[in-house]
């Protein structure tokens, strides 16, 4: 490695170095602005229509300090995503084409627009027919249900993030493949592993029965087959973007 390659490195490290500190930065104000959010957000998932009939308790003195340090954690996160993917933009673009760093740019409000809608439909659809559905069982088996609070969350948690990390799914799809590291013919020939891979995240959040893997089965199919066709904007517009730059360079030859 000569000193060119040493120096060049170095100026990469530097480089993520201050974009890591400066969403560093925007993470710990964006926890500040979650601790006056997070007790009106508290509230209102303890007392959520499908809580009604829920006694919740705290199982360990320190459950509702967990609670309360969660939400500001994840408040904080959301708040601070759209910094997040700036830096991390403005860390990739200078290997990217000018147009697609004006595409990509463009990105990030489509991925906070997703982000929350997944949380949305986990919040809204998936936990009040899971609890239902759950609670219904336990009555059926003459079982009494007691929650613990931080159970409660946790549960809460586990299946709405990763319905704002899935609905991200189109949009990296055709991330991916303007960059030329995807493409819609791999996506169509694994289509089956992809189902079964969404299967088992399926499994994995729901309790086990039909009806659930059905609701969270089907979005996440939709989801796959409208990032396969996303794809296809994206591949194209790739290849327009190699060609025109491998004219740019035969002209400047």
Same mark, same amino acid.
């Given at each position: 490695?000569?000193?060119?390659e %040493?120096?060049?490195?170095?100026?990469?490290?530097?480089?993520?170095?201050?974009?890591?500190?400066? @969403?560093?930065?925007?993470?710990?104000?964006? &926890? @500040?602005?979650?601790?006056?959010?997070?007790k009106?957000?508290?509230?209102?998932?303890?007392?959520?229509?499908? #809580?009604?009939?829920?006694?919740?308790?705290?199982?360990?003195?320190?459950?509702?300090? %967990?609670?309360?340090l969660?939400?500001?954690?994840?408040?904080?996160?959301? =708040? @601070?995503?759209?910094?997040?993917?700036?830096?991390l933009?403005?860390?990739?673009?200078?290997?990217?084409?000018?147009?697609?760093?004006?595409? #990509?740019?463009?990105? =990030?409000?489509?991925?906070?627009?997703? &982000?929350?809608?997944?949380?949305?439909?986990?919040?809204?659809?998936?936990v009040?027919?899971?609890?239902?559905?759950?609670?219904?069982?336990?009555?059926?088996?003459?079982?009494?249900? #007691?929650?613990?609070?931080?159970?409660?969350?946790?549960?809460?948690?586990?299946t709405?993030l990763?319905?704002?990390?899935?609905?991200?799914m189109?949009?990296?799809v055709?991330?991916?493949?303007?960059l030329?590291?995807?493409?819609?013919l791999?996506?169509?020939?694994?289509? %089956?592993?992809?189902?079964f891979?969404?299967?088992?995240?399926?499994a994995?959040?729901?309790?086990?029965? @039909?009806?659930t893997?059905?609701?969270?089965?089907?979005? &996440?199919?939709?989801?796959?087959?409208?990032?396969?066709?996303?794809?296809?904007?994206?591949?194209?517009r790739?290849?327009k973007?190699?060609?025109?730059?491998?004219?740019?360079?035969?002209?400047?030859?």
């Amino acid at each position: 490695m000569n000193d060119s390659e %040493k120096r060049e490195i170095t100026e990469h490290l530097d480089e993520l170095r201050k974009r890591l500190l400066i @969403v560093m930065y925007f993470f710990v104000g964006a &926890m @500040v602005i979650g601790f006056f959010l997070s007790k009106p957000l508290i509230y209102q998932m303890q007392n959520a229509p499908w #809580t009604e009939t829920i006694q919740m308790h705290a199982f360990q003195v320190t459950d509702p300090l %967990k609670i309360y340090l969660m939400i500001i954690i994840v408040i904080g996160f959301v =708040i @601070v995503l759209p910094a997040i993917l700036y830096q991390l933009w403005a860390f990739v673009s200078p290997g990217l084409y000018s147009n697609e760093r004006k595409l #990509t740019l463009g990105y =990030i409000p489509i991925v906070m627009v997703l &982000m929350l809608l997944g949380m949305a439909f986990g919040y809204f659809i998936l936990v009040p027919y899971i609890i239902q559905f759950t609670f219904e069982l336990s009555e059926e088996m003459g079982i009494e249900t #007691t929650i613990g609070i931080n159970q409660y969350f946790g549960f809460l948690f586990r299946t709405v993030l990763p319905f704002g990390v899935i609905f991200q799914m189109p949009i990296l799809v055709l991330f991916l493949t303007q960059l030329g590291l995807l493409t819609p013919l791999f996506l169509k020939q694994n289509r %089956k592993y992809a189902y079964f891979i969404l299967l088992v995240v399926a499994a994995l959040v729901a309790p086990p029965d @039909v009806m659930t893997h059905i609701l969270l089965t089907v979005p &996440m199919i939709i989801l796959y087959e409208i990032s396969i066709f996303i794809s296809k904007i994206g591949y194209r517009r790739h290849l327009k973007a190699e060609q025109k730059a491998l004219e740019e360079s035969l002209d400047s030859d």
